[in-house]
């Protein structure tokens, strides 16, 4: 019956976590969207300010002088804001992709949710026996610290399990 409730109430911390992640995922798809256009119509501008001074550059019908002038037109410090914002925007679309790729938000909804489950499991596990013989070793040892630990602080707690 323990097991039970403590299998149930694992199931349940993580039905839930999939179902906020699922919805939160597609709640932000407009703003991520909306980023990554951003990005894509500034670099737009800027690839076209670049074929500008391309052709500048090979004009034949300009002197050196005129060629400089008009680059500087081009090349001006607004120019220069437009670039930094790019990568800026380039940087934050690429640390949430990344986020993505790795399940990040996944992971720290779990973390957040895992208090919860600690709550209701705890009493759970403190009270089943083990197999000493069938079971992970290192598990049995990180489960017996739990049990009879009253500081449970990081710095001590056994991690070979994981």
Do not use: W
């Not at 991520?32 to 074929?51: A, E």
């Not at 009270?127 to 990180?142: Q, V």
Request: glycine share 0%.
């Amino acid at each position: 019956m323990l097991i039970d409730k403590f299998i149930q109430a694992s199931q349940s911390i993580l039905n839930t976590s999939e179902r906020e992640h699922r919805e939160n995922f597609f709640n932000s798809r407009k703003k991520r969207s909306k980023r990554i256009l951003d990005v894509s119509n500034n670099v737009s501008t800027q690839i076209t300010d670049f074929n500008k001074a391309k052709e500048i550059i090979f004009s034949s019908d300009l002197d050196a002088e005129e060629k400089i002038l008009k680059l500087k037109s081009i090349f001006t410090e607004e120019f220069s804001d437009k670039t930094k914002k790019i990568q800026k925007q380039l940087t934050k679309v690429a640390s949430e992709t990344n986020g993505i790729i790795k399940n990040s938000d996944y992971y720290k909804m779990l973390e957040n949710k895992s208090i919860r489950l600690q709550n209701r499991a705890s009493d759970v596990l403190k009270n089943i026996c083990f197999d000493k013989e069938s079971s992970n070793k290192e598990l049995l040892s990180a489960i017996e610290y739990f049990k009879t630990s009253k500081n449970l602080s990081t710095e001590k707690s056994p991690v070979e399990f994981l």
